[in-house]
């Protein structure tokens, strides 16, 4: 059998999945048992260089020739931004096809809109290369994990956040300097804005949330802080204690509710989460049965995006894909998720504070955490140098978020702190 | 729509998946679209007491009230070794049944008797569970990474070696005694032999391999060497160089051909398998468009493993499975592995030797190394302390295992070796 494909876009991931089906013919052949044929390609400049490898004859500009074509079964998009990605996404779905996206962006903001409209012709999304490039997590919380009831779930999901703060880490770089190299070594956009505040990660928490708990997620209620404002002072602190500084997007359940956000935390040396180095994602997920499992590759590039969209075509050329996509819990359980919100959540907390070296600065800083009920479990100051003023860093037990931001006020407002108050949160993910 | 199940086995595994298919029906229902019911448990001795969640009338002694019962659409042989499992999955099949099974003994041995037989009548297999407990490496390799060709996979897949390993590693134990703790805490069975000496590695690895190869597995050709002749002396030394010591089952490609292997491993510290400790099973897999992917999760114990039991019990239960099996590497691609000898298969190498304190020793070891065109590339000798035997420890540079292993022969034979060489492989994981 042979089933027809037609490509939305051609930027990096694009020409990858069109060299890969057109140049592993044989082995796709052998792995869907049916023949993938490459139709047609809609660009947006007919003029641009692009590979040799794809003949010309499979371009267009007209999307006409992708949707109106009744031969080409399954659509990709690989455009990326909303529009004009949905309004071709929706078409192609409302016209049968199958689609295949590798959209966060779009899934995260209009993905329950874009799932029903699939669910209501019988057709199916597919969206492996939404979260995680080459890691199998839509797969494996959807399908390996099925009968779990997820507690948690922790993920690395920016690989531009985690190369920049690996290379602060080992380094001792600053920010600046760090996404300066990584813009030059192509692991960070010209404009990164969107990775290092953190909306990227929250993009895909949004999607993979909603598949492991099974409810629509209102993307604009997940706490989004980013690395941007990390300072590498608190990396080597960090790293005192015994914590490394990754960028986290985290879901678990509080009681009834669950929390959702994405803040850099520090975690435990020894996790393996705190292994994760450079450009690469790892998401631990914590089920009632499984227990902790991880998974963990390269989450960004043109091959390992393909790899997955590649899968998602072979699922939906072989008819699994439809038959499993009406089970997806996003359609199955279309509660909204009852959030717990971030001042409600508790965890511990890493404190730096420049301080005024003089007497009596500690104790007005313990007196403002006492009274809120926060007590310490580390502290490290070490000896002025230049100035009279050093860093004096409080490690926190568990306290609830909300009590710390107003400590952090409070002490913010004191005579004798030089700057803003540095918090990251701590987590010992479960095991 | 309902779906009858019987299970094959009522041992800790079974008595898990029964108690889930009882007890969690309601979440079974939504993430399934079907009522899954437990119809009916073989076991063996009626006398003996069960699970008190689990109502008498659903146990028989008859394996007929399972398979043939039409009612009965999917069969779980959670009874693991050879007979009567093999002949009772043979008989499931037969009868049209979708066979869902964790015995990675049976499918290292008789594999592809028993996926022919069910693709001869269109039913099929699964056996998520056979490899890597709650982690879904099978999803991973069949599905996940269907567009890729496999470069590597290297696992720690046996939780009782990883456990005693880490126990040694981390607080300097005997095996003996890290093997008997093992046994008190349950992380080993009171005959551990299968899983130390590497058996049940090669397992895996024969299963594992045959999905990421396509190939058929001729399980005897395996090279298996296990966790029981390793000295906690070695861990220390490995550790002063900057290695972990891990059992590995390794399948990767050496030109034209594969070669497979289960053996104890230095594996450099910050790769992320050193840092897999405890009972953990982890699975690095290396795709040709995906690159490195990592797979990590408990990989035994009753509730992990009825986790990927529901999964495969969900996906036959959709009608996926018997859609997905027909494309099953090992169906379509029948070729048998082409396996590379072991002498053939270069690594770095661990050697350490007991020499005699005087002169010349040094000299005669280097002179026999390089005659085979084995060069050094650390070496640790400590000073002599009660007698005037001292450890020399050698990390060579990549050579063919036969030419170290021709020297070990010849080192041994040497006047002034104390005890037989240890000689420990080493390797670094692709990334």
Known sequence: ???????????????????????????????????????????????????????????????DDILKDPEIKIVVEVMGGIEPAKTLSMRAIKAGKLLVTANKHLLALHGMEIFRAAARVGSSVCFEASCGGAVPIVLALT??????????????????????????????????????????????????????????????????????????????????????????????????????????????????GISLRVHPTFVPQKHLLANVNGSFNAIAVVGHASGQTIYYGRGAGGRPTASAIMADIVEAAMGSATLLFKQLPLLTRRSAARLVPMHDVSSRHYLRMMVDDKPGMLHQITGILGKRGISLAAMVQHEAHEDQFVPLVIMTHEAPDGKVIEAVAKINSLRGIRSKTRHIRVIDPQS
Chains 1, 2 share one sequence.
Do not use: W
Request: overall charge negative; glycine content about 10%.
């Open 143 to 256: 399908r390996g994990l099925v009968a779990n009831d997820i507690d948690q779930l922790v993920g690395i999901v920016n690989g531009t956040c985690n190369y920049i703060l690996s290379e602060m880490s080992s380094t001792g770089k600053s920010y600046a300097t760090a996404l300066a190299e990584a813009q030059a070594a192509g692991y960070a956009e010209p404009d990164p804005t969107l990775d290092v505040t953190g909306g990227d990660s929250a993009h895909k928490l949004a999607i993979l949330a909603s598949l492991a708990f099974g409810v629509h997620v209102p993307f604009e209620q997940i706490h989004v802080s980013g690395i941007n404002t990390i300072d590498d002072m608190d990396l080597r602190f960090g790293r005192e204690l015994g914590y490394v500084c990754k960028l986290l997007a985290i879901a678990e359940k509080h009681g009834h």
């Open 1 to 63: 059998m042979t089933t027809h494909i037609g490509l939305l876009g051609c930027g990096t991931v694009g020409s990858t999945v069109a060299e890969m089906l057109l140049t592993e013919r044989v082995l796709l052949e052998k792995r869907s048992g049916q023949s993938l044929v490459l139709k047609r390609i809609l660009i947006r400049d007919s003029e641009k260089s692009r590979s040799r490898n794809i003949p010309r004859a499979v371009f267009t500009t007209n999307p």
